[in-house]
């Protein structure tokens, strides 16, 4: 069983629609967990970063995190078709060596006009 | 912002060759990465650095190597390349301590013919 579980999609939806985006995780040890988002054929770009639970707002984006349950969630309010993209989830522990991250496979999101 | 640059974006080699892909970041980053991305198996680490001339295999470091001379640039070396090396390779910076957050470059498509 992999670490880190996201929800495989594709995913299709019309513009304006609340999307979300699910991962869930078994390493209990995670503290730090990131949204990126990658556009077809470039590299990822963070999206937002939290290291606690509970809910976390950046414009239409908000990342929430729930460590009890082990999942995180990323919705996208007002969807626009500029959001069509491949979401990737990812967690790191804490410590010297946090800086390396464990990624979900990702979901590819297609927001249609 | 944080800028990290790959030197090709697209590189076709053959079978046998040594081949190098080089990153560069701007931001005084202690940690580099190299993943390498595949359909259906998402983002795989190869090689990792927390530290001028140091290196820590990742989950798939076979038929690669790295080299670190300096703390800026993170070399990805394939020693002998083979046809199920041809992917998309991407590599990363991260500040180190707390901060997990990864700064993507923008990717190398590597063929192997």
């Known amino acids: 069983q992999k670490e880190v579980e996201q929800d495989p999609g594709p995913l299709s939806v019309p513009e304006g629609a609340i999307v979300s985006l699910n991962c869930t995780y078994s390493n209990s040890a995670f503290q730090y967990f990131m949204w990126y988002r990658q556009y077809s054929r470039k590299g990822p770009e963070l999206l937002m970063y939290t290291y606690s639970s509970g809910n976390k707002e950046d414009g239409r984006f908000t990342a929430q995190v729930d460590k009890s349950s082990k999942y995180i969630s990323l919705f996208i309010r007002d969807s626009q078709p500029s959001d069509s993209a491949t979401y990737l989830c990812a967690m790191s522990l804490s410590g010297t060596n946090a800086g390396k991250s464990t990624f979900g496979d990702g979901t590819t999101l297609t927001v249609k006009p | 912002d944080v800028k990290v640059t790959q030197s090709s974006r697209y590189l076709v080699k053959r079978t046998g060759e040594k081949v190098f892909l080089e990153c560069v970041q701007d931001?005084?980053?202690?940690?580099m990465f190299w993943y390498r991305q595949d359909p259906g198996l998402g983002l795989r680490l190869i090689y990792f650095s927390y530290d001028v001339k140091m290196k820590e295999k990742g989950d798939i470091p076979e038929g690669y190597s790295v080299s670190r001379e300096k703390k800026e640039r993170f070399s990805l070396i394939l020693e002998s390349a083979s046809t199920n090396q041809t992917s998309m390779y991407l590599c990363?910076?991260?500040?180190?301590?707390?901060?997990?957050?990864?700064?993507f470059g923008q990717g190398t498509r590597l063929t192997v013919v």
């Open positions: 990363a910076s991260s500040q180190g301590g707390v901060r997990t957050e990864a700064f």
């Open positions: 931001m005084d980053h202690e940690n």
